[in-house]
């Protein structure tokens, strides 16, 4: 049993505990990151969307009151009346750029086209072919937001009112479009981006307008074509964004989502800046650790440990090393030993007279003779231990009574030869005695008895060394 894996297990518990705390820490800190980072694109999410309904409100304000303005002009109901198209694009033109209007739509009752001016802002201004039927049922003073054309790609901020004269004698449609550059800015702005996604009915989904990358773009399409157009992320690729949808328009069978969105990734990106530092200096602390740990456990653990199992006096496995290397071979749950050993009780016959004539230094020095001897002659997965005060205890792993006998008579002849101590010589009579496992017990109490009894028979009968065997009855005195 090698006493210095104590050590290791302590190193091991330090450094898993430390591994533990740091990575639970670390854990903990990137957790709360993400935690807060995604908090923060939540209230930017919510504050774009405050900004673009206060923005959609501002702009309706604006179109409200240059609608009631034109629709109350005489003029304009009197060039109506004469079908003067030339006049009524005039003002047209000239109220719009007041508010600088994207389109200005001038409709009979039925729906036909009795004018259409647009500005720069939306292209060349090409005729509205198919005008939007839902303007037309749309009440008056809301504001609503749709294509002009029933079949267009721009969407627009809308105020229909009638032109009456007493009687309505047409419909006049000021918008503003949806997704030009002021949007785009809009978005910036919030520090969000926005996506308007529209569709007639049932049909499919169109896009009109996004400050998204393109591909993300095309990938919230798609979304929105699968039916998960209510989805709070969105992940493609490297783009991780979260989302929040507020629904623009929904009536005359035409429905308009905006789509706010936030990169999660951009808002981490400081947070992860952080935690990659925290995670080299974590790793430096770790290796940090593990060369403290190592040093203080073999330099303060290490000598008490040495000191808890070896023998200070002759540097070999003191008595408690050898009884729980003896019952960690003896342990087995089903109290079958795995594999043969020996035990050997070794005994100095003449050391109580070396000790009382020559005083305990000559004595403690024939002990570290012995051991010496006894280093020398065995392997090193033999276990050799100082059991009492001249009694020493050897364990021989795989060993029969063959190997054991072998093993004694090895040792002998160095064993006898005398002890010179200062100038002097010692003669050293032992007495050996040998339990073998398992035949001559399971248990490591019980080995050591009979390995007792065995060696005490043999000074009885002074033949150096003896193995047990049940006919002794010999106890120790």
């Given at each position: 049993?090698?006493?210095?894996?104590?050590?290791?297990?302590?190193?091991?518990?330090?450094?898993?505990?430390?591994?533990?705390?740091?990575?639970?820490?670390?854990?903990?800190?990137?957790?709360?990151?993400?935690?807060?980072?995604?908090?923060?694109?939540?209230?930017?999410?919510?504050?774009?969307?405050?900004?673009?309904?206060?923005?959609?409100?501002?702009?309706?304000?604006?179109?409200?009151?240059?609608?009631?303005?034109?629709?109350?002009?005489?003029?304009?109901?009197?060039?109506?009346?004469?079908?003067?198209?030339?006049?009524?694009?005039?003002?047209?033109?000239?109220?719009?750029?007041?508010?600088?209007?994207?389109?200005?739509?001038?409709?009979?009752?039925?729906?036909?086209?009795?004018?259409?001016?647009?500005?720069?802002?939306?292209?060349?201004?090409?005729?509205?072919?198919?005008?939007?039927?839902?303007?037309?049922?749309?009440?008056?003073?809301?504001?609503?937001?749709?294509?002009?054309?029933?079949?267009?790609?721009?969407?627009?901020?809308?105020?229909?009112?009638?032109?009456?004269?007493?009687?309505?004698?047409?419909?006049?449609?000021?918008?503003?479009?949806?997704?030009?550059?002021?949007?785009?800015?809009?978005?910036?702005?919030?520090?969000?981006?926005?996506?308007?996604?529209?569709?007639?009915?049932?049909?499919?989904?169109?896009?009109?307008?996004?400050?998204?990358?393109?591909?993300?773009?095309?990938?919230?399409?798609?979304?929105?074509?699968?039916?998960?157009?209510?989805?709070?992320?969105?992940?493609?690729?490297?783009?991780?964004?979260?989302?929040?949808?507020?629904?623009?328009?929904?009536?005359?069978?035409?429905?308009?989502?905006?789509?706010?969105?936030?990169?999660?990734?951009?808002?981490?990106?400081?947070?992860?800046?952080?935690?990659?530092?925290?995670?080299?200096?974590?790793?430096?602390?770790?290796?940090?650790?593990?060369?403290?740990?190592?040093?203080?456990?073999?330099?303060?653990?290490?000598?008490?440990?040495?000191?808890?199992?070896?023998?200070?006096?002759?540097?070999?496995?003191?008595?408690?090393?050898?009884?729980?290397?003896?019952?960690?071979?003896?342990?087995?749950?089903?109290?079958?030993?795995?594999?043969?050993?020996?035990?050997?009780?070794?005994?100095?016959?003449?050391?109580?007279?070396?000790?009382?004539?020559?005083?305990h230094d000559v004595g403690d020095k024939v002990l570290q003779?012995?051991?010496?001897?006894?280093?020398?002659?065995?392997?090193?997965?033999?276990?050799?231990?100082?059991?009492?005060?001249?009694?020493?205890?050897?364990?021989?792993?795989?060993?029969?009574?063959?190997?054991?006998?072998?093993?004694?008579?090895?040792?002998?002849?160095?064993?006898?030869?005398?002890?010179?101590?200062?100038?002097?010589?010692?003669?050293?009579?032992?007495?050996?005695?040998?339990?073998?496992?398992?035949?001559?017990?399971?248990?490591?109490?019980?080995?050591l008895r009979k390995a007792d009894i065995a060696m005490y028979?043999?000074?009885?009968?002074?033949?150096?060394?003896?193995?047990?065997?049940?006919?002794?009855?010999?106890?120790?005195?």
């Amino acid at each position: 049993m090698n006493y210095r894996s104590y050590e290791w297990k302590i190193i091991y518990v330090f450094i898993i505990v430390f591994v533990f705390i740091q990575g639970g820490s670390f854990w903990v800190l990137t957790f709360n990151n993400e935690r807060i980072a995604t908090q923060a694109v939540q209230e930017d999410l919510k504050t774009g969307t405050r900004i673009l309904e206060g923005l959609l409100q501002l702009r309706a304000g604006q179109l409200l009151l240059t609608a009631q303005v034109l629709a109350a002009d005489y003029g304009l109901r009197e060039a109506i009346g004469t079908g003067d198209r030339r006049t009524i694009e005039s003002m047209l033109t000239n109220h719009g750029a007041r508010i600088q209007a994207a389109a200005m739509l001038l409709t009979d009752m039925s729906g036909e086209v009795i004018a259409f001016v647009s500005s720069p802002l939306v292209g060349t201004g090409r005729p509205i072919d198919n005008v939007n039927p839902a303007l037309l049922q749309h009440s008056s003073k809301e504001q609503m937001i749709a294509p002009l054309d029933r079949d267009g790609d721009t969407l627009y901020q809308i105020i229909t009112l009638p032109v009456s004269s007493p009687l309505p004698i047409a419909m006049l449609s000021i918008g503003f479009p949806v997704g030009d550059p002021s949007w785009q800015a809009l978005g910036g702005d919030a520090n969000v981006d926005f996506g308007f996604f529209a569709r007639t009915g049932t049909g499919p989904w169109r896009a009109h307008g996004s400050s998204f990358p393109p591909e993300v773009s095309q990938g919230l399409l798609d979304q929105f074509q699968s039916g998960f157009g209510n989805a709070s992320t969105f992940v493609l690729d490297d783009y991780e964004y979260l989302l929040m949808n507020l629904v623009l328009e929904r009536s005359a069978g035409y429905e308009v989502i905006v789509l706010a969105g936030k990169s999660l990734a951009e808002e981490m990106g400081p947070f992860e800046q952080v935690q990659s530092t925290l995670l080299r200096w974590v790793l430096v602390c770790f290796a940090l650790t593990m060369i403290a740990v190592f040093l203080l456990t073999r330099r303060m653990v290490g000598p008490l440990n040495t000191l808890a199992h070896l023998d200070t006096l002759t540097h070999l496995a003191n008595r408690r090393l050898f009884d729980m290397t003896m019952k960690s071979m003896c342990a087995n749950p089903s109290g079958i030993l795995n594999k043969s050993f020996a035990v050997l009780l070794l005994d100095l016959d003449d050391f109580k007279r070396i000790n009382d004539q020559r005083g305990h230094d000559v004595g403690d020095k024939v002990l570290q003779t012995i051991a010496g001897r006894l280093k020398s002659g065995l392997r090193k997965s033999d276990l050799i231990a100082r059991y009492g005060g001249d009694e020493f205890a050897i364990l021989l792993p795989g060993a029969n009574r063959e190997a054991a006998r072998q093993v004694v008579e090895s040792l002998l002849p160095a064993l006898r030869a005398p002890v010179a101590v200062d100038g002097a010589e010692f003669p050293a009579m032992l007495s050996i005695g040998v339990a073998l496992a398992p035949e001559n017990g399971r248990d490591t109490a019980e080995l050591l008895r009979k390995a007792d009894i065995a060696m005490y028979n043999a000074k009885q009968l002074k033949s150096t060394y003896a193995f047990y065997d049940k006919a002794m009855t010999t106890t120790p005195v």
